[in-house]
């Protein structure tokens, strides 16, 4: 018989114990599952903002990944970018395609948001374009005509490219007499990569001399506002050029 005034226990203090540890194990399993959560979602939106940006400004759609935690994502603040884009036209230049990687950048969410890319820490950036030598030919035409004796005049160079050389071939009119061309060269680097140019390999042997001619000018190329940028690199390929632009210097 129990006395009077005597308190029912509610379970053996091993129980108690267990149902103390119990309530921060669910809350520490809660947390671990909104943290999983947001790590799925923020890199999604943050990898669709991204698409939408580059859809505004180039034209294409692009595959995009992003990678950071969740909370660095949400300030714009990121690991590893990776953006890839396929045949596109750029600034009047068609694009075979652009691959882009980006390293410990920051960039202005409101920005992203409206379209716009505003570099907040540049980190490290290398994008890889590849350039068919129909792209190259606009270039090296404008460039051949604006580096022509005065008084010369000829209609745009066959170009032709190959891993070993790019081929000018085509005809110039000085003083009245027609006069055929072909000059082998390759592509150099000028102005601590601000500007590529065609440079010839023999001017002895070629009926038309030129100096280093401008064909691109980073200017002209892909950019991001805030983002220094230099043609780190140029590869010639069957058929087209592969640029490789880099930053900072």
């Given at each position: 018989m129990k006395p009077k005034g005597a308190h029912r226990l509610t379970g053996t203090p091993r129980r108690r114990r267990r149902r103390r540890l119990a309530a921060p194990l669910v809350l520490l399993t809660i947390v671990l599952l909104v943290a999983?959560?947001?790590?799925?979602?923020?890199?999604?939106?943050?990898?669709?903002?991204?698409?939408?940006?580059?859809?505004?400004?180039?034209g294409t759609s692009a595959s995009v990944q992003v990678q950071?935690?969740?909370?660095?994502?949400?300030?714009?603040?990121?690991?590893?970018?990776?953006?890839?884009i396929g045949p596109s036209d750029f600034q009047g230049y068609r694009?075979?395609?652009?691959?882009?990687?980006?390293?410990?950048?920051?960039?202005?969410?409101g920005a992203l948001v409206a379209g716009q890319v505003k570099v907040l820490r540049s980190g490290s950036f290398r994008l890889n374009l590849v350039m068919n030598q129909q792209a190259l030919r606009q270039a090296v035409a404008e460039a051949m005509r604006q580096a022509l004796p005065a008084g010369a005049s000829g209609s745009p160079p066959a170009i032709s490219v190959t891993p070993k050389a790019i081929t000018l071939s085509g005809k110039v009119t000085f003083l009245d007499l027609p006069v055929r061309y072909r000059i082998d060269g390759?592509?150099?680097?000028?102005?601590?990569?601000?500007?590529?140019?065609?440079?010839?390999?023999?001017l002895n042997?070629?009926?038309?001399?030129?100096?280093?001619?401008?064909v691109l000018r980073m200017r002209d190329m892909p950019t991001i506002p805030g983002l220094p940028l230099h043609v780190a690199a140029v590869h010639l390929m069957r058929g087209a050029l592969g640029i490789t632009v880099a930053g900072p210097s």
């Open positions: 999983v959560g947001l790590q799925i979602y923020v890199p999604h939106e943050a990898e669709a903002a991204i698409a939408s940006a580059v859809r505004q400004n180039v950071g935690y969740f909370w660095q994502l949400a300030q714009g603040d990121f690991q590893n970018l990776r953006v890839r694009l075979q395609s652009a691959d882009l990687a980006w390293q410990d950048g920051q960039v202005d969410l390759d592509l150099v680097l000028l102005e601590a990569g601000q500007v590529v140019a065609f440079k010839a390999r023999d042997n070629s009926v038309l001399h030129l100096a280093a001619v401008p």
